[in-house]
């Protein structure tokens, strides 16, 4: 059974750091490219990140390009987010998701975490 | 950037009824799109991927069409299970959300 479970998520100040993390089991973790997807309290599902199976290639949202990096442990089937100069934007549930596509990325998803909640406030 | 819309933003239905969604896409994206259903405060579902393929263990009263601008889910006769808020997806483009209620 697959399954992703995300932790890391607090309350941050502004323009604090944080990192999100993703445990992954269930299938053959450096198989597939991974995502992060988040979803604002009571709005829709904003697509973060999305980095390749091997951690060659990384993709960003406009909106977090800059401040946020995605990266990957294959040996502790592990996913990351390091999110830095957070804003009162950046306040979500965030989900670490897995991709439909063995070795590569249609960005098509089949699997998600439960995800984790970052709130940033002072 | 594509741009995702989708249409209508909520739809009300009763059980039995056929649904459909539409999403369209600002430029032509081939059959690349994902459909997915979120209840609340659960994570989303993948339904339907490359436009008309479905997911293992969804049942097949879903159904998807479409390429190149223009893509349908079909809900072809609604349970009660199937309230609930239906997104479409291309790359990294999620369209705004159906939400699918009781009438």
């Known amino acids: 059974e697959v399954q992703l479970v995300e932790s890391g998520g607090v309350v941050v100040q502004p323009g604090g750091s944080l990192r999100l993390s993703c445990a992954a089991s269930g299938f053959t973790f450096d198989d597939y490219a991974m995502h992060w997807v988040r979803q604002a309290p009571g709005k829709g599902l904003e697509w973060v990140s999305l980095?390749?199976?091997?951690?060659?290639?990384?993709y960003y949202a406009d909106s977090v390009k800059g401040r946020f990096t995605i990266s990957r442990d294959n040996s502790k089937n592990s996913l990351y987010l390091q999110m830095n100069s957070l804003r009162a934007e950046d306040t979500a549930l965030y989900y670490c998701a897995k991709d439909i596509t063995h070795g590569g990325s249609y960005f098509e998803i089949d699997y998600w975490g439960q995800g984790t909640l970052v709130t940033v406030s002072s | 950037d594509i741009q995702m819309t989708q249409s209508p933003s909520s739809v009300s239905a009763s059980v039995g009824d056929r649904v459909t969604i539409t999403c369209r896409a600002s430029?032509?994206?081939?059959?690349?799109l994902a459909w997915y259903q979120q209840k609340p405060g659960k994570a989303p579902k993948l339904l339907i991927y490359?436009?008309?393929s479905l997911q293992s263990g969804v049942p097949s009263r879903f159904s998807g069409s479409g390429s190149g601008t223009d893509f349908t889910l079909t809900i072809s006769s609604l349970q009660p299970e199937d309230f609930a808020t239906y997104y479409c997806q291309h790359a990294g483009t999620f369209g705004q959300g159906t939400r699918l209620e009781i009438k």
């Open positions: 490359a436009a008309s």
């Open positions: 980095i390749s199976w091997d951690g060659g290639s990384t």
């Open positions: 430029q032509g994206i081939s059959s690349w």
